[in-house]
Every structure is written in structure tokens, then in C-alpha cells.
């Protein structure tokens, strides 16, 4: 077991887990003449997040880690902010955006890190993470003009 590729997996597992929460936020606050669009694809989001929390979760014991499991761990390992119930459509698009471009930053690091030391499944998985969310940074930002 490789403890570096444990610990950045355990930080995309809480980034994927607090990125969760709030897309649920998002999905049961959002309002205004963009509702339909955007509840639905909210929901799409967070559906697609519990499956990566799962697979990841599930990497990490694979390699003989441990995953963090406690809502206090995720929030001290976490580089995704919490929602604060005061964004509008527009902010709330714009911040899932960033959190977006933030996991795949983040992803890179992990990939690099990964394939540097022969965990090509981590790398894979990583790399069919980044590719979808580079795909929704796209759509969002244009969606935001």
C-alpha cells in the first residue's frame, strides 16, 4: 500500500462526500425560472457522486487503506465548501464549476501519483473521473455564459 495514494484518495472520498451534500442543497433550494433545469440536473450530479464515493471508498480498501467514514473527517480533509443556503441559480452553477475544476486538479496529482507508482486501476479510475468532469466544467461554464 502506497499511503500517499491512500491519503489523496481519502481526500477525493471527502471532497466527493461534502460535494454530495450540497448538490442535495442545491437540488432541494434551487428556485427561480431555471427550477426544472436544474433540480434535475442537480439531482444527476449527486446521483453520479454517491457512485464515485462508493468506488472510491472501495479502491482504497482494495489497497489495503482504510477510507474515512465520519462526516468530522470529511469536513477537516475536504477542499470543497460547504454550501451556506445563500447562493442564487447562478452562484450555485458557478460553485458547482469550481468544485468541479478543484476535483480535477486535484485528480491529476492522484493519476501522476498513481501510474509513478504501478496502480494503474487508481490511475484509470481517476482518469474516467477527470474526463466526465472536465465534460460538466464545460457545459456549466457555458451554461453560465
Avoid: C
Wanted: glycine share 4%.
Amino acid at each position: 500500500m502506497n499511503e500517499k495514494i491512500v491519503e489523496l484518495l481519502n481526500k477525493q472520498l471527502s471532497n466527493w462526500n461534502v460535494l454530495n451534500t450540497k448538490l442535495h442543497n442545491y437540488h432541494w433550494y434551487v428556485t427561480g425560472q431555471d427550477f426544472f433545469t436544474l433540480h434535475e440536473k442537480f439531482e444527476e450530479y449527486y446521483t453520479q457522486a454517491a457512485t464515485y464515493i462508493d468506488e472510491i471508498a472501495e479502491r482504497i480498501l482494495m489497497i489495503n487503506g482504510k477510507p474515512v467514514a465520519r462526516l468530522q473527517d470529511y469536513l477537516s480533509t475536504t477542499t470543497i465548501k460547504e454550501a451556506s443556503n445563500e447562493e442564487d441559480p447562478k452562484e450555485m452553477v458557478r460553485s458547482i464549476a469550481d468544485d468541479f475544476e478543484q476535483l480535477v486538479k486535484e485528480s491529476k496529482e492522484l493519476i501522476k501519483l498513481a501510474e509513478d507508482n504501478g496502480d494503474q486501476p487508481t490511475a484509470d479510475m481517476f482518469i474516467g473521473i477527470r474526463s466526465n468532469l472536465d465534460q460538466q466544467v464545460w457545459m456549466l461554464r457555458a451554461y453560465l455564459g
